[in-house]
């Protein structure tokens, strides 16, 4: 084999898949670009699996490393971060997309790159940026919708990665936020379909959007499965919350730690979705895991203990869009919205981008550090000990 040309060896394993693969999975020969990828073409690596190549080779990958999951500004090095959450849901996508038959590469690809457009300080930082983005009239901020922002246009000094709709897709509509107990893919989308999502998104005129393929799906359903027992777990070290404190019937159908919860929940899922064109949980395991989810936001996600001392970062976010707003209008060379990020783009970033829409993706890209690196030293929050 080693011996192949490199395009006889890409339809080897493309004729691979057909005959180990599911009926319902997307074929890597059937991975669509938006636009024509000779370099790739050229190659013997298959579409799905190019994408997962690029996206860990993304600067926004990188910055994964110093983002919030739940847990901001706190004294503890044994909490989740956004980096081990996204190695996570890929971990626990690829299982179940095994047992299913399905795409690994393509699940690969979409769960390394579903957060990618988290902003600093997780779902908070995502709110007060959404309510500055939606004053400055460019629409509401989704992290989900700044993944393909960043993937598409700012990587690559603008370029973008080029990657498969189907990853796109799956990264676009993978909100593990919803609840949902059953889902279908929404087969046949094309690019015009995944812009006309995003515009929607941004408009609120929609509040969810389906994958396309099952990979897709998998990928959003181990988003939740992914995070669910993880918070609930963090919550106990942090002491938010004790063992016992976890509701009867999740005790009762998922168990009391995050390994017996994802066990049970991938296994569940696995057996209920095997040979069917959706995936699904048992009517038992989805109502455990709803109410499991109810908990963790009144006792952890919503906890006064974990959100007081977040009013500095809130100010913070207010501060820069405005002061970095300025710095475009008044054109100031030293600032670092021009040192840090635009000197880094191409014209063609600036004449398709306003200022407000500048800003929104200079601050999305900011680890939590360098956030706080940018504000006036009175404004620089404190870590806190629980």
């Not at 790159?113 to 629409?139: K, M, N, Q, V």
Request: aromatic share 10%.
């Amino acid at each position: 084999m080693i011996g192949e040309k490199p395009g006889g060896m890409k339809e080897l394993f493309n004729q691979r898949e057909k005959q180990f693969f599911s009926p319902l999975a997307c074929f890597s020969e059937n991975g669509i670009r938006r636009r024509p990828d000779p370099g790739f073409n050229a190659g013997y690596r298959q579409a799905f699996g190019a994408d997962v190549d690029r996206i860990l080779n993304s600067l926004a990958y990188t910055r994964y490393i110093d983002k919030t999951q739940v847990f901001s500004l706190i004294k503890n090095d044994h909490i989740t971060h956004r980096v081990l959450h996204v190695q996570l849901v890929s971990r626990i996508a690829r299982t179940i997309g095994r047992y299913l038959g399905l795409n690994e590469d393509l699940i690969e690809a979409a769960a390394l790159g579903h957060d990618i457009g988290h902003p600093p300080f997780g779902h908070d930082g995502e709110t007060f940026l959404s309510e500055l983005c939606t004053a400055s009239g460019i629409g509401s901020f989704l992290h989900n919708v700044q993944s393909l922002q960043f993937l598409e246009q700012i990587e690559r000094k603008g370029q973008g990665w080029n990657l498969t709709l189907q990853t796109l897709d799956a990264i676009l509509c993978h909100n593990g936020e919803i609840h949902t107990d059953r889902l279908k893919p929404e087969r046949n989308k094309t690019f015009k379909d995944l812009d006309n999502t995003i515009q929607s998104l941004k408009k609120n005129e929609r509040s969810d959007a389906v994958p396309m393929t099952m990979e897709g799906c998998v990928v959003r359903m181990a988003d939740t499965i992914g995070y669910i027992g993880r918070d609930f777990e963090d919550g106990i070290r942090l002491g938010l919350i004790d063992r016992k404190d976890i509701p009867e019937i999740c005790a009762a159908t998922l168990g009391k730690t995050n390994g017996t919860i994802v066990y049970t929940l991938v296994t569940d899922l696995i057996r209920h979705s095997f040979q069917e064109p959706f995936l699904c949980f048992s009517s038992d395991v989805s109502k455990a895991l709803k109410t499991l989810k109810t908990f963790n936001y009144k006792y952890i996600y919503k906890n006064p203990r974990i959100k007081n001392h977040l009013t500095s970062v809130k100010d913070i976010f207010h501060y820069l869009f405005s002061t970095f707003l300025n710095d475009l209008e008044h054109e100031n060379a030293a600032s670092p919205v021009f040192t840090n990020f635009l000197e880094n783009l191409s014209e063609s970033y600036m004449k398709d981008h306003s200022n407000p829409e500048i800003v929104r993706d200079f601050i999305a890209g900011m680890t939590d550090s360098f956030f706080i690196r940018q504000a006036p030293l009175k404004m620089k929050p404190e870590c806190i000990e629980l």
